[in-house]
């Protein structure tokens, strides 16, 4: 399951998905944290992001924030879980 917003703001991004993980349907659904990996190299994205001179914000494994300062694109935010 994937959440994605085209927003920068933490209430929006980080705040929903936490509350989500926090749920009884998170819990009885069985979801997990899907870190985004370079599948070749089995590489966190968000190193992959810092490897090509871009400054990622603090954000954990199985999310994704683009700045369009930053990223060169609008702003958008991506969490995504799997089911165990």
Not at 26 to 54: I, L, Q
Not at 78 to 84: A, G, I, P, T
């Amino acid at each position: 399951m994937v959440y994605a917003t085209c927003s920068i703001f933490k209430e929006e991004n980080e705040d929903v998905a936490r509350a989500f993980e926090a749920s009884d349907v998170f819990k009885e659904m069985r979801y997990e944290p899907w870190p985004f990996v370079k599948e070749s190299e089995g590489e966190d994205a968000n190193v992959n992001f810092a490897a090509r001179g871009y400054s990622m914000p603090s954000v954990l494994a199985h999310e994704m924030q683009l700045f369009p300062n930053l990223h060169e694109t609008d702003g958008f935010y991506l969490c995504r879980w799997r089911s165990k």
